[in-house]
């Protein structure tokens, strides 16, 4: 079965940047949308980047844009969130997620699988 585990996370100052990772096991590579959510206290669970792990096509939720990069690496089946320019809002638990196609037109909980046990993030 599809299993997401989730490193990476701590505590860094405004401004820092921080990477995450997430090893996926149990699914084809190819027929799958991996993606990183995240929910701050009190908060909606927020979509932030997807990326198709059959290529390369990746989206991204507005308010990360130009900050936060999502790859991947196949051979590894690991894929990565690398955060920069950190904002305090940014803090939050982030979520390894995997979904279907509909996740590259909108970043909605909805369309996801499986997810990861998540890991937190706080920029102060």
């Known amino acids: 079965h599809v299993q997401l585990v989730e490193s990476g996370g701590g505590s860094v100052q405004a401004g820092g940047s921080l990477r995450l990772s997430c090893i996926a096991s149990g699914y084809s590579v190819s027929t799958g949308y991996m993606a990183w959510f995240r929910q701050a206290p009190g908060e909606e669970r927020e979509g932030v980047a997807v990326?198709?792990?059959?290529?390369?096509?990746?989206y991204y939720g507005d308010s990360v844009k130009g900050r936060f990069t999502i790859s991947q690496d196949n051979s590894k089946k690991t894929v990565y969130l690398q955060m920069n320019s950190l904002k305090p809002e940014d803090t939050a638990v982030y979520y390894c997620?995997?979904?279907?196609?509909?996740?590259?037109?909108?970043?909605?909980?909805?369309?996801?699988?499986?997810w990861g046990p998540g890991t937190q993030v706080t920029v102060s």
């Open positions: 997620a995997l979904g279907g196609e509909q996740l590259k037109f909108r970043l909605w909980r909805g369309y996801v699988g499986y």
């Open positions: 990326i198709h792990t059959g290529g390369d096509a990746t």
